[in-house]
């Protein structure tokens, strides 16, 4: 059973809160043009409910589904299964506008936006409100944490440095209520439904539901999120132990490829289309997540075999790296 509601950012973001983004999610992947038209959205809604307060601009939605440690140290921690790019980045924007309130010397309403929107000030470690993938968490804390080097060249550092720039061309030095004004509309006049998962649903239902009806993720994309969903607390490590040099070894093609030459060895008559549906067959099966940890295991190990092949120049024995040359040619 899942529960709906309308709201703002501000009801998404204060309080003692976490929003974790499962490893089996995309990085995060907005670009000057996603952002640049989100901020001219909220400009031009800031303008409009200069007349009208009530104004509200519908940004989408957010489902989200309980995390297995929900409420384990105090803080609310929620899964984000859609929606995450835009909470990324109405996070990076708010930080820009601390930042930028901070440079001009207006601290403490700089504190009021980190302490309501984007840390849990109040809670040992100041633990985020959002916990983005792997990928990304490094960027994100340091923009969060104002770190030495927030704003780097990845993604996330660049939406932050537009906003930046952003914020600080629309700042009418002759105007001392415009920044707060623009605040306003992120976080009261920027409307979501937030769809909220039951402790006993099935979060990996749910995505396949939303890939079903327009996400349209790859089928590699989909066996991550069956596995990693499965491997519970142990889902961290072997993400960045295995996983991680895994994926960036073959690319999401050629490991969509290895799940299917996988399934051929045991159906020759497998179609790739239909790779995820004959792996998650397989991997039902597999009652714990020890197993799922040995079969991320052993689907490294093909993986290997198979970038060797793709690139024979990863072979030390000169003999096979010629019968692999020949076989590539």
């Known amino acids: 059973m899942v529960k709906a509601a309308e709201t703002d950012l501000s009801g998404v973001l204060e309080g003692r809160k976490q929003y974790q983004v499962p490893l089996y999610q995309r990085p995060y992947s907005w670009g000057h043009s996603q952002c640049a038209q989100l901020w001219n959205d909220i ?6 409910r200069r007349t009208d307060p009530a104004l509200t601009h519908f940004i989408g939605s957010l489902v989200l ?3 297995p440690d929900f409420e384990l140290v105090g803080v609310a921690r929620l899964l984000v299964v859609d929606g995450q790019q835009r909470l990324t980045t109405l996070s990076l924007l708010l930080a820009a506008l601390r930042d930028h309130l901070r440079g001009t010397g207006d601290d403490a309403r700089a504190d009021g936006i980190q302490a309501q929107y984007l840390a849990n000030v109040y809670d040992r470690g100041t633990p985020p409100k959002l916990l983005p993938t792997l990928k990304d968490r490094d960027a994100h804390l340091a923009v969060v944490r104002a770190a030495a080097d927030a704003g780097g060249s990845d993604k996330v550092g660049s939406a932050y440095n537009h906003f930046r720039a952003w914020i600080a061309a629309a700042d009418d030095p002759d105007d001392p209520h415009d920044l707060e004004e623009i605040e306003t509309a992120v976080v009261r006049g920027l409307s979501l439904v937030v769809v909220t998962a039951e402790k006993d649903d099935n979060a990996h239902r749910i995505f396949e539901s939303l890939n079903n009806t327009g996400l349209r993720l790859a089928q590699s994309d989909l066996l991550k999120n069956y596995l990693f969903m499965r491997l519970g607390e142990r889902s961290e490590a072997v993400y960045a132990d295995v996983w991680l040099p895994l994926e960036k070894k073959l690319g999401p093609d050629n490991l969509e490829l290895l799940f299917w030459l996988d399934l051929v060895q045991t159906d ?14 397989r991997l039902e099966r597999f009652t714990g997540p020890d197993d799922i940890e040995a079969e991320v295991q052993r689907i490294a190990q093909l993986g290997d075999l198979l970038a060797t092949i793709l690139d024979p120049s990863r072979e030390p024995d000169a003999e096979v790296r010629g019968r692999l040359e020949r076989i590539k040619a």
């Open 268 to 281: 020759e008559r497998a179609a790739q289309s239909d790779t995820y549906v004959g792996q998650q067959r």
């Open 43 to 48: 400009i031009d809604l800031t303008a409009a």
């Open 65 to 67: 589904a309980q995390s």
